[in-house]
């Protein structure tokens, strides 16, 4: 069966972004591929820019999520438009809640973790990247 992998682009902060989504969701980096691993003839990188990242991906459980800075030439990612939501199914009450907190330190909190008419635990924030992610824990009876 096929896999979903998220993919976020960044606007030059891509590293601080995963370290920080490293921190919540634990994990470890299954890629890292900077600017100045592809530097060569006719594909120069400014100096200031060989840091940033092309591609990179951390492991979390089954699933992978992976980014990227978008280089300038490519034009500048929209921080403000709605980019999609990354959605988590949390095991329990208890991860539902440490991953909501982890994610909404810094951003907003479109949604607080709440019971939802659906019957799941379900919130939805923006993080401090603009990235929106929904939380769900289903009680499976």
Same mark, same amino acid.
């Given at each position: 069966?096929?896999?979903?992998?998220?993919? @976020?682009?960044?606007? =030059?902060?891509?590293? $601080?972004?995963?370290?920080?989504?490293?921190?919540?969701?634990?994990? $470890?980096?299954?890629?890292?591929?900077?600017?100045?691993?592809?530097?060569?003839? =006719?594909?120069?990188?400014?100096?200031? %820019?060989?840091? %940033?990242?092309?591609?990179?991906?951390?492991?979390i =459980?089954?699933?992978?999520?992976?980014?990227?800075?978008v280089?300038?030439?490519?034009?500048?990612?929209?921080?403000? $438009?709605?980019?999609? %939501?990354?959605?988590?199914?949390?095991?329990?009450?208890?991860?539902a809640?440490?991953?909501?907190?982890?994610?909404?330190?810094? =951003?907003?909190?479109?949604?607080?973790?709440?019971?939802?008419?659906?019957?799941?635990?379900?919130?939805?924030?923006?993080?401090?990247?603009?990235? $929106?992610?929904? @939380?769900?824990?289903?009680?499976?009876?």
């Amino acid at each position: 069966m096929a896999s979903i992998q998220p993919h @976020i682009n960044f606007n =030059g902060n891509a590293e $601080e972004a995963f370290l920080f989504y490293q921190s919540v969701f634990g994990g $470890e980096f299954s890629k890292i591929i900077r600017f100045k691993d592809l530097a060569g003839t =006719g594909f120069e990188i400014a100096r200031k %820019k060989k840091n %940033k990242l092309m591609n990179i991906a951390l492991s979390i =459980g089954d699933n992978v999520l992976i980014g990227n800075d978008v280089p300038q030439f490519m034009g500048r990612v929209s921080e403000e $438009e709605n980019r999609s %939501k990354i959605a988590i199914f949390a095991e329990s009450r208890a991860e539902a809640d440490h991953i909501f907190l982890g994610l909404s330190a810094g =951003g907003s909190v479109e949604v607080p973790m709440a019971d939802s008419p659906w019957g799941s635990y379900f919130g939805m924030l923006r993080d401090k990247y603009g990235i $929106e992610w929904t @939380i769900t824990f289903e009680n499976k009876i």
